[in-house]
């Protein structure tokens, strides 16, 4: 079934120890659309500027991903630049430019109304509710990306937003910041009570569990030798997941516990190359064999 | 198979929201033997003073733990005190008195020279070494614990202590302090080359990690709604770690992954009283029970 999703498409110019890239593709919208595009077909809704061309689309051709909502604007194209340090557990942005982001109204062509999975990628939660707003049949899934500075900022318009929510996607900082509460089980409790009935934690390397009000499940992020660039992993994660779900066209536990895993499979390519770059030549059968290394990771018999 | 211990046994003086004990049994060796003795034989090394009663001693009697290597000496026994901060991810040493463990020279009772699994616990690595030299049997596996201390002050002799070693367990932080090397992966490779063949990585919170030339293996923590005391979470883990390999004889990657998971279970019964008061009241059935929800916890079907 068709995948939703609204988010940001950009430009990064991104340092790590292990090189730079000074202007490449990036935005959380594009590694999620990479990614759940393995699954299932994908609806892009982002903005970009007029120096956006044809070559940058080039990379979402030919694949299952629809991009008549991404908007080109007059103006220049969301551009973000940061630098990792030494051991990539730190990083510090350089550069934040929103230009044609900063007034970003998501519209959705009318071809799109029908979206039965739809991910709301971490933008203002009053943007995020307009899209279910275009939505003319009730979707079966929506899942839900946000941020400490909507956390901060909006938190009214991000419980509206939350209510309407099934999967709440988050890192543990932005878990106990929603929630008042440190312990994680426990604050997936009030973020029962907010809407969500699936909150996913992402733990960066240290993977991510999911509580569901019926079970919880953990996994791991895949062990590698050489982390090229850890940005977008999380958003890779998002696409994976979501886009598992949306090719299994439901929710069970077991769909849920086999989208842990996809997400966590397409967060550990994405962080082997700088930016897009590993997912723009991902194989069906390298997903297939990494989920069986992560079988391998951590199966074990009583 | 009996399995050796050596290392500390004290008294503990705990403070974490959840309340307070002004004295009460502590020590890595005495979480260890309580972990340890439900699966296999104890022979516990260690030295207390002449303030550790019968009374004291009581939690140990009644299992399977031997007590002929707990010396006993004129002075007092070692006393460490220690206050969690409010979400128990600090912690701040209040006291440390030695007292009679500064001269501790672990003496094996006679009876203990065929031990067949050692565990050296975090003690100075001369004294761990010394250990080996009472043994007359060649041990099936000797697990090495130590620490940031040990790996800056005696480098030369954690060195010639590791070459013995088949199973190094120490946290993410003195793995890469021992090989200089941010990478796990490649932190483990280089560990290998010192000697040990499998590498277990305790992670607290996000659970721990095993490294073997041939495999490596993940198993989460088990998420809990209450830590009341996360003394000894490591020491317990070792403990179920070690304690499972002593009971089935033998290392291979099935009793290994299953060493994983059995240390976990300690670990986490351990974090939910004070001290050692949860391992002091913790039933065969219980363990059971519990990992099977560890199964239940990362399992999936692609």
Redesign the interface.
Known sequence: MSLLVVGSVAFDGIETPYGKRERTLGGAASYFALAASQFAPVRLVAIVGDDFTEKDAAVFRGRKIDLAGLEHAPGKTFFWAGRYS??MNERTTLVTELNVFANFKPTLPKAYADSEFIFLGNIDPTLQRSVLGQVTRKPKVIGLDTMNYWIERTPAELRETLRQTQILMINDDETRQLTGE?????AAKRIFAMGPKTLVIK?GE??A?M?HNK??????AY?????HDPTGAGDSFAGGFMGYLASAGRISE?TL??A??YGSVLGSFTVEKFGVERLANLKRGEITAR??LF????????
Do not use: Y
Not at 215 to 220: C, E, K, L, Q, R
Not at 223 to 227: A, F, I
Not at 295 to 302: A, M, P, Q, V
């Open positions: 030494q051991n440190h312990n994680l089980l426990k733990r240290h993977g569990l509580v079970f919880f499940f953990s996994v791991p062990p590698l030798e050489e982390v077991d516990r086999r842990m895993v989920a069986r079988s391998k990771l951590t199966s074990f018999k009583l």
